[in-house]
């Protein structure tokens, strides 16, 4: 009775189990067509993003057109002059950089002194070893470089957005059709947050201490690292700054620090002081109105800075050390893209989002070159205050990982 039962179940064969796949087949059609909908839409973000970037482009250079030409004129030759100089104790001495000048491109321009640190002259005098046209091109490949890797390394919110940031950003452009170094502190910024976030805080307090090239644009720092509690860091700055406070004794002797102070407080150095992008330009006048308004912003940020996360408090750093600097032009507020591209994505309330994306864009600056500049100060102030006026979704707690932490 069993025997017979087994013998009336018909044996499987190959062709038996794969008939419920030929029953399937129906289905590879569908799942091409889907596959190529969803390339096509890809392949279109990728083309709406190529056009947004280069109409951002294409509206600065248009902006910035009489300075795509070729002109020594520009702010390359006091960097150029203080390469030249590095190592001697004439760096601060203006006969000799206009000398330099002259003899580098037959002009002179006493706006074009060379008012960095030393060691920067030191830095720079591989460049200054070439003829002037040469140098100012491997400067500009460079700076090209360094804004690269600021978009490779900067993702919050993404790549993407770095980009587009980028190719709409007045200051930046603004800063390569002068022959400015604002890029190099864009990488450097980048790189330091990166290794904050990865928890390596001396290494990247030794980066940040490079942004001492413009030191008036982060004068909140200690500030920053107190109210944090980021003391791996403050010492990894402390140990960069030691490193570049040698050199400079090395680029300019041991009396470098009042002529460097007395070269970048003159008047001629310091032209358009009514239209610059900070305090300075409210109370031109009245510099002990602007004594307090710094101490007020600079509470402001011990405040932020004590009570939410890395990301809000870096972004609040760099937004009131540009207010706070005393010497600062439109190519300067470049330093605030990575404080709008973190408050574009973590601010829950339209009018900030409104508001970065306004500062994205050469609507917030032109102000500066139309009319007394008041348009671009209120916006970047309102920018300042929008940390502690706006609501903000907290979502990365310091105890919480961080999306670059799982990304990365």
């Known amino acids: 009775m069993g025997r ?59 902006i910035f057109r009489p300075g795509w030409g070729y002109d020594p004129n520009r702010d390359f030759l006091g960097l150029y002059a203080g390469g030249k100089l590095a190592g001697s104790a004439q760096l601060y001495n203006a006969p000799a950089v206009l000398a330099v000048q002259r003899q580098a491109v037959g002009i002179t321009n006493a706006q074009r002194l060379f008012v960095r640190p030393p060691f920067y002259a030191v830095l720079l005098w591989p460049l200054a070893c ?73 290494h990247a307090g030794m980066l940040f201490s490079l942004c001492a090239i413009k030191p008036h644009l982060f004068l909140p720092l200690p500030i920053f690292i107190l109210a944090q509690k980021r003391w791996s860091f403050g010492a990894g700055v402390a140990s960069g700054g030691a490193v570049l406070l040698a050199l400079s004794f090395l680029g300019a002797g041991r009396h470098w620090l009042p002529l460097f102070l007395n070269a970048a407080t ?40 004590h009570r939410n996360d890395l990301a809000w408090s870096f972004a609040a750093f760099l937004a009131i050390g540009l207010l706070t600097s005393h010497h600062a032009y439109v190519d300067d507020c470049a330093i605030l893209l990575p404080a709008l591209l973190i408050v574009f994505e973590q601010s829950i309330t339209d009018w900030q989002r409104l508001l970065v994306l306004c500062l994205f864009t050469p609507f917030a600056y032109i102000w500066l070159f139309l009319a007394d500049g008041t348009i671009t100060r209120v916006c970047l102030v309102l920018f300042a205050a929008s940390f502690v006026i706006a609501p903000r979704f907290a979502r990365y707690s310091r105890s919480e990982d961080h999306p670059w932490q799982i990304v990365l």
């Open 130 to 202: 070439l003829p002037y046209r040469a140098a100012f091109l491997v400067f500009q490949a460079i700076m090209l470089a360094a804004t690269l890797a600021f978009i490779w390394l900067w993702r919050i919110p993404s790549r993407t957005a770095a980009t587009l940031a980028c190719c709409w950003s007045m200051p930046l452009m603004g800063s390569f059709a002068i022959g400015q170094d604002i890029p190099l502190l864009l990488a450097v910024l980048a790189g330091s947050y990166l290794l904050l976030v990865r928890s390596r805080d001396f």
């Open 266 to 305: 003159q008047t001629t150095t310091n032209p358009g002081a009514e239209l610059m992008p900070n305090l300075k330009a409210f109370f031109v006048h009245t510099p002990g109105f602007e004594l307090l308004a710094a101490c007020a912003l600079a509470a402001l940020l011990w405040f932020l800075a």
């Open 4 to 62: 017979s039962l087994v013998s009336a179940i018909p044996p499987l064969s190959y062709e038996s189990c794969a008939s419920p796949l030929e029953s399937l087949r129906f289905l590879i059609p569908l799942l091409s067509v889907e596959q190529s909908a969803i390339s096509r839409r890809r392949n279109w973000r990728h083309i709406r993003l190529i056009l947004a970037c280069l109409a951002g482009l294409l509206i600065n250079a248009f």
